[in-house]
């Protein structure tokens, strides 16, 4: 049942290229991510997962192609079929929206989880700090580290340390969640912790796009699981289908090896 409007497209992704050097890393990446969504990708290592995040917001150029998100373009081809971006500052105010969230948790070691929280939504978007403290609080709270406001990352664990990042990148009011591989770093006694946060963001329609390699995780929190492998997207689709009963062999063989 087709009942989507345009409107509940959050990023779209149209034949995405993206080369370093000579080595084309992502060669025509077509994908949509509605409203709510929560997006799964997963791959062996080396096939493009972490630089097609990173084109998302950015943080990596793509050579060519088109990105919309929320129905704003950041990038398209010109008439010679290479991207062009929009300008820096409309490129900061649509990407605004996003928020996210690495391997390596990244925190300001020499600010407090408080000030951590706090930095962006008072530096970049020019809030108020008495404004964001309350919700910095709620959002503290909801990973389960508000009694750690005051402690410096490197006195948490690195579970902790990853539910903090979690919250700072939500204190900027997201619509889209972005997650690299958010609890690779980490002890596998720790991953739990951190799995449980993303899955109440879930519950909650964040929508998000999360490469990960917890298949479980994937299979029960995602909506749509996209396997990528040599920078194509070789299989997507419900995430039980993908994941219980893929239909490529390439994509079995990584399952497999995954078990
Ligand atoms: N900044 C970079 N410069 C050159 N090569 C890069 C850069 N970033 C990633 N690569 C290469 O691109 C390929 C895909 O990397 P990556 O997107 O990190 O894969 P994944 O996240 O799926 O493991 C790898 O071969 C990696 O070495
Ligand atoms: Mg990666």
Redesign the pocket.
Known sequence: MENMTNNDVMLRLTQIHKR??D?E??KGINLELKKGEVMAVI????????????CINRL?EIDSGKIEIKGRVLAQNNGENVAEYVSEKESRNILSCTGMVFQQFNLFPHMTVMQNLLEAPVQVQKRKKEEVIPEAEALLKKVGLLEKKDWYPSRLSGGQQQRVAIARALCMKPDIMLF??PTSALDPELTGEVLKTMRELADEHMTMMV?THEMNFAREAASHVVF?EG?VIVEEGPARQVIDNPQEERTQAFLKNML
Request: charged share 20%.
């Open positions: 370093f050097g080595l890393i992502l791959g062996p290592s080396g096939s493009g997962k972490s630089t097609l995040l990173r990596e690299d591989e490469v990528v920078g």
